[in-house]
């Protein structure tokens, strides 16, 4: 990474960590297929179940079984959801998830409506807390599964998972939780808070992009999606991508070791940056103000558009993400900042923080400051200086 | 031109915008977007013998928003209100050499905001124009902003 630059989009892609770069990359040049028998194949073979160790610990799953990896977290949500909505279609054909999940929940969600499945999303407060009344009452004798992410990306607001477990288990459905946002910044017990399945994405560990994991608690009625050589309990056919796996074991276990510490070294510089952010007017913290990745600070500003805050900041060396709809692939405003009440035009103003590792407290000073330059450059240059008042709710077409 | 990102012409004018700003009582205005699809922008016009002698602009949007009006605001200065007219969302486009296909509906409005300045100019004076049927674009771009890649 350039040294006079100051990378705060982790959420987006994290860089590999030095130590699981040099740890995985001796399987780079190894091409055992551990389904072999001969020394290649074994080496190849005992680096995934050392992986699949390390995996489970991060989590504390009962048994390193229980994990089965996949290509990434996209991958992963599709087979815990789908797996375990048609495998239990006896029970009935009603899934859910909540409004803020990402698209890769969302997705395998809606289309299970093409296969008869009805689906609802249940609803977030301003902060992104779910609702937890609307979750029971949404819940009924058809219900198999409930998709939850345990931390949101865009808003960093993590879900009172273990309630929502209690909920969805005296109904007798399953629970699957996307941590892709929140492993290794919070910590996570599938066995303390009762977890049905529990998505994982390598990259977002600091491991290579390319591996995910499924945690799949032992007993879960679940069926293959894809169906293959039957590599990964039949669940993920397909020969394993060796580099990945053993990098995002090796991520995971410094993940667990370092968490303590690194998480409470960066909530010290994220809570520094939110009060001098917040110094500014008309500028607004997303998400919720304590329930919240620690690693995570989010904000909108009033009367400009994100993508401009975006190449400004860039501009100013300061890398940021946005949830605007003109930085997006499909121009969309973010779905997750319009289920918690904002309008389109203030979901527009959206800057997202996401902080790492190579990530220091002096950093604070000089990303303050250009977010200031920032907002008082495209507030100069912006003819909307009231919000909603020229344009009234009923004339925007949405 | 790429799929993605901005030229550095497009960064040029997004990074020092030309003509920014208001002009007091000014002889023709146009506003075109709307705030719900991202995109606003304005246009003052100062006319002298047919031809436009100032001219200022501002605009909320993203980063081929306002690039395209800074760029408009120089492709406009010193042409008869005729010439303005002509200048089409490709003119502007193509000036600033290119923008992502993306961008090419949702965030090039300048062109549309200077027709409605001169549009403005010729009202005031008594002039009977013709509406194109196109009214400026208050409801996000035909289909609304959301539907421009689809």
């Known amino acids: 990474m350039d040294n006079n630059k100051i990378y705060m989009d982790r959420g987006s892609a994290t860089p590999i960590d030095p130590r699981v770069l040099e740890f995985a990359h001796p399987f780079l040049k190894t091409a055992g297929n551990p389904s072999a028998l001969h020394r290649q194949g074994l080496e190849a073979r005992s680096a995934i179940e050392e992986a699949r160790a390390k995996v489970a610990d991060l989590i504390n799953a009962e048994k390193p079984a229980s994990i089965i990896f996949t290509s990434g977290a996209t991958e992963s949500n599709n087979i815990a959801i789908r797996g375990t909505a048609m495998r239990n279609i006896g029970r009935g054909k009603h899934v859910m998830g909540s409004a803020i999940e990402h698209m890769s929940v969302l997705n395998p969600l809606k289309d299970l409506t093409k296969s008869g499945f009805t689906m609802d999303l249940v609803p977030v407060d301003k902060a992104g807390m779910v609702d937890l009344a609307k979750l029971e009452e949404l819940i009924s004798q058809e219900t198999v599964v409930l998709s939850i992410m345990h931390a949101n990306n865009e808003i960093g607001t993590i879900q009172p998972i273990k309630e929502i477990s209690k909920i969805v288990h005296e109904k007798g459905m399953y629970l699957h939780v996307d941590a892709t946002a929140s492993a290794g910044k919070v910590p996570i017990d599938v066995q303390d808070m009762n977890i049905d399945l529990l998505t994982l994405s390598s990259n977002d560990l600091g491991g290579p992009q390319g591996a995910g994991a499924l945690y799949i608690k032992t007993g879960t009625r679940i069926q293959t999606v894809m169906p293959g050589g039957g590599q990964e309990r039949g669940l993920r056919s397909g020969s394993e991508n060796i580099f990945a796996i053993a990098g995002m074991g090796e991520a995971a276990r410094l993940a667990k070791e370092e968490l303590p510490v690194e998480s409470e070294r960066l909530k010290r510089i994220r809570d520094d940056l939110i009060r001098q952010i917040l110094k500014n007017e008309k500028t607004f913290l997303t998400g919720h103000p304590e329930k919240r990745l620690p690693h995570h600070a989010s904000f909108r500003f009033s009367f400009i558009e994100g993508e401009s805050i975006l190449l400004m900041m860039d501009f100013q060396g300061v890398q940021i993400s946005t949830g605007s709809a003109c930085s997006s692939k499909t121009l969309e405003a973010s779905h997750v900042l319009l289920a918690t009440g904002l309008t389109h035009e203030q979901a527009h103003g959206s800057m997202v923080l996401t902080l790492g590792h190579e990530n220091k407290p002096e950093d604070v000073k000089i990303v303050a400051e250009a977010t200031k330059k920032t907002i008082d450059r495209l507030r100069m240059l912006s003819p909307i200086t009231q919000e909603g008042e020229e344009y009234p709710e009923e004339e925007h077409h949405h | ?150």
């Not at chain 2, 005729?82 to 200048?87: K, T, V």
């Not at chain 2, 013709?130 to 539907?147: F, H, N, V």
């Open chain 2, 1 to 150: 031109m790429t799929d993605i990102g901005y030229t550095e012409k497009v960064m040029d004018h997004f990074m020092n915008p030309r003509n920014v700003g208001v002009i007091e009582d000014p002889d023709g205005y146009g506003k075109v977007g709307n705030p719900t699809c991202g995109d606003v922008m304005e246009i003052f016009i100062n006319i002298a013998d047919n031809k436009i002698t100032e001219i200022k602009f501002r605009t909320f949007g993203c980063g081929s928003a306002i690039a395209t009006s800074s760029m408009i605001t120089e492709m406009a200065i010193g042409k008869t209100l005729e010439e303005a007219m002509e200048i089409t969302r490709n003119d502007v486009a193509e000036s600033l050499d290119g923008l992502p296909p993306k961008k090419m509906h949702c965030s090039n409005l300048a062109a549309d905001a200077l027709q409605e300045a001169v549009k403005d100019y010729w009202k005031k004076q008594g002039k009977v124009v013709e509406d194109d049927g196109e009214s400026p674009e208050m409801s996000c771009g035909g289909g609304g902003c959301d539907s421009c890649v689809k």
